[in-house]
Structure formats: C-alpha cells, structure tokens
C-alpha cells in the first residue's frame, strides 16, 4: 500500500497498530530540538475550544486544578467530571497515525510514550475511585459542540448546564 493510500484510510483502522507504523524524521536533530522545545502541556490550542465549547454550553469549568491527579485540562465542579484533550502522539493513541513512533532512538520513545499511557490510566484510576467522571478528547478527532454535548451525555451530566 502506498503512503498516499496509508494517509487516505481511516487512521482508526486495525492496519495500524500503536508503534508498528514507523515514520522518518525530516528534521535535522538541532532543529528538531528547537521544535520540540515549543511543545507545551497546558493552554493548548484544544484545550482552549474545549473550554469556549463548554462556556458556549453554560458549563463553568475550571482548568489544571494541581489537587486532582492527573492535573485535568478542565474540571466541571457541579457535574464531578473531568475532561482530559490528550495528543496522539504523546499520549499513544491506539490504532492513531499521529502516534507512530519516530524511526530514530525508538525504544526512547517507545518506553517514554508507555510510560505516559500507564501514568494516564493510574490518574484516570484514581479519579474514578474518587467519584470522578473522566472523559478524553483526542486532538485527532474533530471537537464540537455536538460531539462535547454527546459525550457528557453519555456519562448523564448534562442535567446542571444553563439552557440557552
């Protein structure tokens, strides 16, 4: 198969296993390194329409309460729910093409992003057992408010938020 076609099917399809997709990399390592350096963890761009999508929605949201495990990107109070807006790559987004594995110093990356899933599903855990509700948005799909509506219907806490 073609890397056009690859890049054309569903990147959720069971073609492609998390890390058995490789992909080079364009970038010399100095400029690579200048890349990476800009990555950063909070206020990012979806975290950012998550947070106008709920306040669209009449949600009040607070964001990266340090006290919950995890840190959630968005905490809603009223609803015990937090909301999470993971990147692929970082975060191994199963059966994702944006979470191949770099081909150079792979098993770095391979244990680095292993090592961010296990920690993800220890806070989700915690979380839980706290009486939390946890939800994830992935940076691969697209986030609207049909979607966020849908998803915190799915877990019943939609029933506190303003009507507009």
Known sequence: MSIWRLRKANHHSKLFDHGA???????DKKKRSQIMSKIRGKNTSPEKLLQAILRGLGFKAERHR???PGSPDVV???QKAVLFTNGCF?????NCLRAALPT???????RKIEGNKRRDERQKRLLRKNGWKVLTFWTCKQLTKEVV???LRRIGRHTNRKRK
């Open 21 to 27: 997709f490789a992909v080079a990399d364009v970038f």
């Open 66 to 68: 340090s006290d919950l």
């Open 76 to 78: 809603l109070l009223k």
């Open 90 to 94: 970082w975060h191994g987004h199963k």
């Open 104 to 110: 150079t110093n792979r098993s770095f990356w391979k």
């Open 149 to 151: 509506l849908a998803r």
